[in-house]
């Protein structure tokens, strides 16, 4: 008690100041108009600065002939989208004329990893959105956390890495968080995870997505006790897709609502699942979004030391139509993330999201991976418990994905049995490998 009393009153002052702020700020502007001025004036203010003093941004309105200010967040279709090729390709004019900066990297699902340069001021701002929207939920900053997760990738090697850890352990203690391993999910791993949820008793569990799915499978398929769980409020799924499926079987194990937090490593969090209802209210006043069809965009307008403009987060989503994006129905995955197959009257385009759909509520399925190989045909590959037959599991899958294609043929799926699922450097489950 008396290290959570110091640590809000004197370290994490500015930020417990900023979630106060943020509070009032969603308190007095809450309709559409309001909003959407707010962030103009924002996003004006942030652009004439840029195109002022930031080389790339310089280059980037010259090239593109792009004006000075915009008059409606409609005007944003007139931009350029910024992919992060684009960032890649200008590495020197984001970095070159920066003094002081620490770096931020994604982590590598699409490619090759993209670095960010980041400051205190922005994670400061990050943590504010993170426990505004997590304070929806009854949490609190320093609340405890049962974390599953990943990133040991960026602490180093040698000395400097094992010292760097020894940090992490510290900081996790000090915030009142018990944080596992998420590189390290076998049956023997799981089974040791459960053992520790059970002793725990934290305010919040929080993971990738696929490890609390895999988690919750394992507590349900084989009846464990979770032990007392009084003070969890919620667990918080994030960094992957999530079904309605994954939702259903969490609270059914943990008894208290799954929450979803969407964002990414050179954002934060953008958007988290509000109240009660299922749609994700995004932070306004540090974003706008905007859709090019389906794909997000999004532009920040905080203060960054590299602002993102018309940002392609390669995200689908379902959401409202209006200019500015104030809610996210639902997050589908990536655009790309689709298999092609032979069929009767040529190639079909399947989902990859239905097709976890299918899958994930086959009982004793742990990961699923989807490869696409040469010769249209896609290796089917999963982790389950012994008792799994793969031909019972591939009529399965038949029967459910010819609802939606008739013409699917047997021989285009090839099932197999793995120990592990290829993970991202960040540790997230790779479950769609296209042919390179």
């Known amino acids: 008690m008396i290290v959570n009393f110091f640590l809000k009153r004197f370290v994490f002052k500015d930020r417990i100041n900023l979630i106060k702020y943020k509070k009032k700020l969603y308190k007095e502007v809450n309709d559409r108009k309001q909003i959407e ?7 004006n203010k942030i652009w004439a600065d840029i195109t002022r003093s930031n080389p790339f941004y310089k280059m980037w309105k010259d090239k593109h002939d792009l004006p000075h200010r915009i008059n409606s967040i409609e005007d944003l279709k007139n931009f350029p989208i910024l992919t992060k090729k684009d960032l890649q390709k200008n590495r020197g004019l ?28 922005e994670q400061n701002l990050i943590y504010a959105n993170t426990y505004l929207a997590r304070g929806w939920w009854g949490i609190k900053p320093l609340d405890s956390y049962l974390l599953f997760w990943g990133h040991s990738h960026l602490f180093g090697t040698g000395l400097s890495g094992r010292i760097n850890q020894y940090k992490r352990d510290l900081k996790d203690w000090l915030i009142n968080t018990n944080r596992l391993n998420a590189y390290d999910m076998s049956y023997k791993t799981v089974d040791n995870y459960c053992k520790e949820l059970f ?15 895999k988690v ?23 960094s992957e897709v999530v079904t309605n499926y994954d939702i259903e079987l969490i609270e059914s194990v943990f008894n208290v609502p799954c929450v979803i937090e969407y964002g990414m490593a050179e954002t934060g969090v953008i958007a ?13 006043d540090s974003f706008i979004c905007v859709k090019n069809n389906n794909n997000l965009l999004v532009s920040t307008i905080n203060n960054r030391l590299f602002p993102l403009i018309n940002y392609q987060t390669d995200d689908i989503v379902k959401c409202d139509d209006f200019s500015s994006i104030l809610f996210i129905d639902e997050v589908q995955g990536r655009e790309k993330d689709v298999l092609n197959i032979a069929g009767k009257d040529g190639v079909i385009t399947l989902s990859g999201i239905l097709m976890i759909h299918i899958l994930k509520s086959y009982k004793g399925i742990y990961s ?24 019972n599991v591939k009529q399965y899958f038949l029967r459910n ?9 047997e021989d285009s799926f090839v099932f197999k049995n793995v120990n592990n699922i290829e993970k991202t450097i960040a540790g997230k489950e790779i479950w769609i490998k296209l042919k390179k």
């Open 37 to 43: 001025q707010y962030q103009l004036e924002s996003f």
């Open 272 to 284: 988290f699942q509000h109240n009660k209802s299922k749609n994700l209210k995004v932070f306004w």
């Open 368 to 391: 699923i991976q989807f490869r696409q190989l040469e010769n249209l045909r896609v290796d089917v590959r999963l982790v389950t418990d012994s008792e799994v037959g793969l031909s």
């Open 94 to 121: 984001i970095f070159n004329h920066l003094g002081n900066y620490d770096t931020i990297s994604t982590g590598g699902s699409s490619g090759e990893p993209v670095k960010f340069p980041t400051s205190k001021n």
């Open 401 to 409: 994905i010819r609802i939606d294609h008739a013409d699917v043929s």
């Open 216 to 238: 919750s499978r394992y507590i349900k398929e084989h009846n464990l006790d979770i032990g007392n769980k009084s003070n969890l409020k919620s667990v918080i799924v994030t």
């Open 199 to 213: 002793r725990s008793n934290p305010v919040v569990i929080m993971g990738y997505t696929s490890i609390i799915h």
